[in-house]
C-alpha cells in the first residue's frame, strides 16, 4: 500500500470517529490530548506524513509488557522510542516521546524503584508543561501524585492529584480524566472519606463509559479498553467499595 493511500485510510477513519462523537473537531482534539494544529495536519489531504508505525508499536508493546510485569522488556521498548538513534525524529515525535517518558515512570514505579520514578516523573512534568497540552500536563501532575501515595507523602499525593483537576476544570479530556478521577479516589479511601472517594469513583466511571461509547459496538479497541484491568477495577466497584488503596493504578 503506498503511504498516500495508508494516508487516505487513516484521515477517513479519523473523520468517522469525529462524525460519530458529535464534536467539534476543537472539542475532539482537546478530548483527544491533541493540540489543533495537529488535528488539522492529520485531516489535511495535502498532508501524508504520519506517526511512524514502529514508534506507535513500541509504546503499544511497552504497556503489553508492563502489563505482564516484565518490566526489564517493558523500559527497553519506552527507552527505544526516546532514543534518536532507534527513533529518528518525525512528525509529532514529541508527543510519542513523552508518551514513552510517561510509560517509563509506570515502569519504575510498579517494579517499586521509585527513585527512578521520580527522576522520570519530574522530567515528564517539565515536558508536559512546556506544552499547552492539557491531555499531558493532567497525566504529568496524576503520575506525582501516585508516586507521591508510594513514597507515603499523602500531602503531595493531594497537591499532586488538585494540580490536575485543576486541568480538567479548564479542559474536557476524558481520556486523562478517568486516571486523575481514580487516583483522587484511592486518596479519599485512604483518608477514610467514603463520601468523596464514590464521587471521584463515580466521575472516572462515567468517563470510561464517554470513552468506550465513542467506538463503535463491535470496535476491538473498545472491548480491549473495557478489559484493562485499571478500568475493571473502577467499574466493578460501583456496589461494592474497595477500601484498600491500589498499589498503582495504569
Given at each position: 500500500?503506498?503511504?498516500?493511500?495508508?494516508?487516505?485510510?487513516?484521515?477517513?477513519?479519523?473523520?468517522?470517529?469525529?462524525?460519530?462523537?458529535?464534536?467539534?473537531?476543537?472539542?475532539?482534539?482537546?478530548?483527544?490530548?491533541l493540540?489543533?494544529?495537529?488535528?488539522?495536519?492529520?485531516?489535511?489531504?495535502?498532508?501524508?506524513?504520519?506517526?511512524?508505525?514502529?514508534?506507535?508499536?513500541?509504546?503499544?508493546?511497552g504497556?503489553?509488557?508492563?502489563?505482564?510485569?516484565?518490566?526489564?522488556q517493558?523500559?527497553?521498548?519506552?527507552?527505544?522510542?526516546?532514543d534518536?538513534?532507534?527513533?529518528?525524529?518525525?512528525?509529532?515525535?514529541?508527543?510519542?516521546?513523552?508518551?514513552?517518558?510517561?510509560?517509563l515512570?509506570?515502569?519504575?514505579?510498579?517494579s517499586?524503584?521509585?527513585?527512578?520514578?521520580?527522576?522520570?516523573?519530574?522530567?515528564?512534568?517539565?515536558?508536559?508543561?512546556?506544552?499547552?497540552?492539557?491531555?499531558?500536563?493532567?497525566l504529568?501532575?496524576?503520575?506525582?501524585s501516585?508516586?507521591?501515595?508510594?513514597?507515603?507523602?499523602?500531602?503531595?499525593?493531594?497537591?499532586?492529584?488538585?494540580?490536575?483537576?485543576?486541568?480538567?476544570?479548564?479542559?474536557?479530556?476524558?481520556?486523562?480524566?478517568?486516571?486523575?478521577?481514580?487516583?483522587?479516589?484511592?486518596?479519599?479511601?485512604?483518608?477514610k472519606?467514603d463520601?468523596a472517594?464514590?464521587?471521584?469513583?463515580?466521575?472516572?466511571?462515567a468517563h470510561?463509559?464517554?470513552?468506550?461509547?465513542?467506538?463503535a459496538?463491535?470496535e476491538?479497541?473498545?472491548?480491549?479498553?473495557?478489559a484493562?484491568?485499571?478500568?475493571?477495577?473502577?467499574?466493578?466497584?460501583?456496589k461494592?467499595?474497595?477500601?484498600?488503596l491500589?498499589?498503582?493504578?495504569?
Amino acid at each position: 500500500m503506498q503511504k498516500r493511500d495508508t494516508s487516505d485510510i487513516f484521515r477517513q477513519r479519523l473523520l468517522a470517529l469525529i462524525e460519530r462523537s458529535g464534536l467539534s473537531r476543537s472539542q475532539f482534539a482537546t478530548r483527544a490530548g491533541l493540540d489543533r494544529s495537529t488535528l488539522s495536519q492529520l485531516l489535511s489531504d495535502v498532508n501524508v506524513r504520519l506517526p511512524r508505525t514502529e514508534t506507535i508499536a513500541r509504546i503499544a508493546a511497552g504497556y503489553a509488557e508492563l502489563e505482564r510485569e516484565n518490566y526489564d522488556q517493558a523500559s527497553e521498548y519506552f527507552r527505544q522510542v526516546g532514543d534518536p538513534l532507534i527513533t529518528p525524529k518525525f512528525f509529532q515525535h514529541w508527543f510519542w516521546r513523552m508518551t514513552a517518558q510517561l510509560g517509563l515512570s509506570q515502569v519504575w514505579l510498579e517494579s517499586g524503584d521509585v527513585v527512578k520514578a521520580q527522576s522520570e516523573a519530574e522530567a515528564f512534568l517539565e515536558s508536559a508543561l512546556s506544552t499547552a497540552n492539557p491531555y499531558l500536563q493532567a497525566l504529568a501532575w496524576e503520575m506525582k501524585s501516585r508516586i507521591a501515595i508510594a513514597e507515603q507523602d499523602w500531602n503531595g499525593a493531594h497537591k499532586y492529584v488538585n494540580q490536575a483537576l485543576e486541568v480538567l476544570e479548564e479542559f474536557e479530556v476524558p481520556v486523562a480524566a478517568w486516571r486523575v478521577h481514580a487516583t483522587a479516589c484511592d486518596l479519599y479511601l485512604h483518608a477514610k472519606d467514603d463520601k468523596a472517594a464514590e464521587t471521584h469513583r463515580a466521575c472516572a466511571e462515567a468517563h470510561i463509559l464517554a470513552i468506550a461509547n465513542s467506538f463503535a459496538p463491535d470496535e476491538p479497541l473498545r472491548q480491549s479498553f473495557l478489559a484493562a484491568a485499571p478500568v475493571r477495577r473502577i467499574l466493578s466497584n460501583r456496589k461494592t467499595r474497595n477500601t484498600s488503596l491500589a498499589p498503582g493504578l495504569r
